[in-house]
């Protein structure tokens, strides 16, 4: 038999049989009792419906009930619901970091009883059994659904803390050299050699590339401007997308060496049209990633660099542009990034470029110091 009430301002508590302390908390909007839960001892019950009242004083209570949606519920309505989330291939990656990382394991808790704790056990789990960008990219997630959660006024403050938690760690890319860009470009099929060349000295993604058309590419004022992406989906098909950012929407200038690859190559292998692809295959099917890899592969075990990723051709463009001295705003603008971030990358990989400032100031000193034996002389 429980033991009687004992009453406290804003709320009751009482032993249970078990022994355990139950709390309930009157909800000042209805005036009704809610039970809080149960604790061991009754200072931890004293405790929790201080807590309690503290947050109703300061506006920052919510209803334990509120908390009670399963947390991988709440999380499917998100996913459906989020404006943000309009790319097909991002749906897909969300719908994976559900399905297989949150879903199954905390995702199975109610959304009120998530703590700082079990975030911190989860995260440590998934970072043993999984890559660490995928334990990333899962926690930055989750802390994007409960802080919705928040907004919704079903849990009072987030309980993902963790700091760096969400942060990807890039690992350092191999650099193909100029004569290697030549190399792969030459050995894959003509109809291909502009793709390779393009990649590294217009800084374009490989969905970008597979997008453009006729119509993107302006010779008259040497540029190329960037308005789509094609996106690969795990079931095959293939669906156009505009850029993630306003960032990704941008006009970039081609390098004049590369204008008569482009000509050969708009004459002898894009499609008709101004709306005619730059990328096509022999039967005039849109560039596919899956079917490029396997040309790639070949290509590169032929130069021996077996490490090389066809985004690395990206890589060593915006390593040789960070080279010519291009500012930060300059080369984010290049790249299609918002954030500074891989722009700053970049630029502190110039070991070349740092040399050559420092053989730029050398020679000021040394004429510094020629004008001053001048005015010593003269004086």
Request: proline share 4%; net charge positive.
């Amino acid at each position: 038999m429980a033991k009687r009430s004992r009453r406290h301002s804003g709320g009751t508590i009482r032993q249970l049989p078990s022994g355990r302390w139950q709390v309930r908390v009157r909800d000042g909007a209805t005036s009704k009792l809610v039970a809080l839960g149960t604790y061991a001892t009754k200072a931890d019950a004293n405790a929790a419906l201080r807590h309690a009242g503290a947050d109703q004083d300061r506006g920052a209570w919510v209803p334990p009930e509120r908390g009670s949606v399963r947390l991988e519920d709440y999380a499917r309505d998100w996913l459906d619901s989020n404006p943000r989330i309009r790319s097909p291939r991002t749906r897909e990656r969300y719908d994976g970091l559900l399905r297989l990382h949150i879903g199954p394991t905390i995702g199975q808790a109610a959304i009120g009883k998530i703590t700082p704790a079990s975030v911190r056990r989860w995260h440590t789990d998934l970072a043993a059994s999984a890559s660490s960008d995928t334990a990333a990219k899962a926690y930055r997630m989750l802390r994007a659904v409960l802080n919705t959660a928040v907004a919704d006024e079903l849990i009072v403050r987030n309980p993902c803390r963790l700091d760096g938690a969400g942060q990807e760690r890039a690992e350092e890319r191999p650099l193909a050299t100029v004569a290697e860009v030549n190399e792969l470009a030459d050995l894959v099929d003509p109809r291909w050699r502009l793709l390779v060349l393009m990649g590294a000295w217009t800084s374009l993604r490989f969905g970008e590339l597979a997008a453009l058309t006729r119509a993107d590419v302006d010779l008259m004022r040497g540029v190329v401007r960037v308005t789509k992406s094609r996106q690969r989906l795990d079931d095959g098909t293939s669906v156009v997308v505009p850029p993630k950012s306003a960032a990704g929407r941008r006009t970039v200038a081609i390098p004049p060496p590369l204008v008569p690859e482009i000509e050969h190559h708009l004459a002898a292998f894009a499609q008709e049209g101004a709306d005619g692809l730059l990328f096509v295959g022999a039967k005039g099917a849109p560039l596919d990633r899956s079917h490029w890899n396997r040309r790639w592969r070949r290509a590169r075990a032929a130069i021996g660099r077996d490490d090389l990723r066809f985004h690395d051709l990206r890589h060593t463009g915006n390593t040789l542009a960070a080279a010519t001295g291009a500012s930060t705003k300059e080369l984010m603008t290049r790249m299609g990034h918002s954030s500074m971030a891989a722009a700053l990358r970049y630029q502190h990989a110039t070991d070349d470029r740092d040399q050559a400032i420092a053989r730029a100031l050398g020679e000021a000193m040394e004429r510094g110091k020629v004008v001053e034996l001048d005015d010593r002389r003269s004086g």
